[in-house]
Nanobody
Framework: VQLQASGGGLVQPGGSLTLACKAS????????IGWFRQAPGKEREGVSC??????YYADSVKGRFTISRDNAKNTGYLQLSSLKPEDTAAYYC????????????????WGQGTQVTVSS
């Protein structure tokens, strides 16, 4: 099983990015998917997750980030908009068969990080 995250980069404040998480070895439509981030010197933070009809966004990203999935492509996405310098972090995708486990970060599968840097 592998989750391949991509789409990070350097963007100016107010800009947008779309992160992708391509899964292999499992069918994402059988799993809850989520995104977490970790900035240097800070603890890992749950950003967003979706599964079993539930969707969660951290307060810090509500209205700016959108999680989605394309089961035909076996890929999850996180659209980031109105980016702020405090959004700078390594972003990790994750998948778990149980939404509640994913919500608390108890995850079966992690992808590698993709770096998002918001700076002018």
């Amino acid at each position: 099983v592998q989750l391949q995250a991509s789409g990070g980069g350097l963007v100016q404040p107010g800009g947008s990015l779309t992160l992708a998480c391509k899964a292999s070895g499992l069918s994402l439509d059988d799993y809850a998917i989520g995104w977490f981030r970790q900035a240097p010197g800070k603890e890992r933070e749950g950003v967003s997750c979706t599964g079993n009809g539930n969707t969660y966004y951290a307060d810090s990203v509500k209205g700016r980030f959108t999680i989605s999935r394309d089961n035909a492509k076996n890929t999850g996405y996180l659209q980031l908009s109105s980016l702020k310098p405090e959004d700078t972090a390594a972003y990790y995708c994750a998948a778990d068969s149980t939404y509640s486990k994913l919500r608390r970060g108890d995850v079966d599968y992690w992808g590698q990080g993709t770096q998002v840097t918001v700076s002018s």
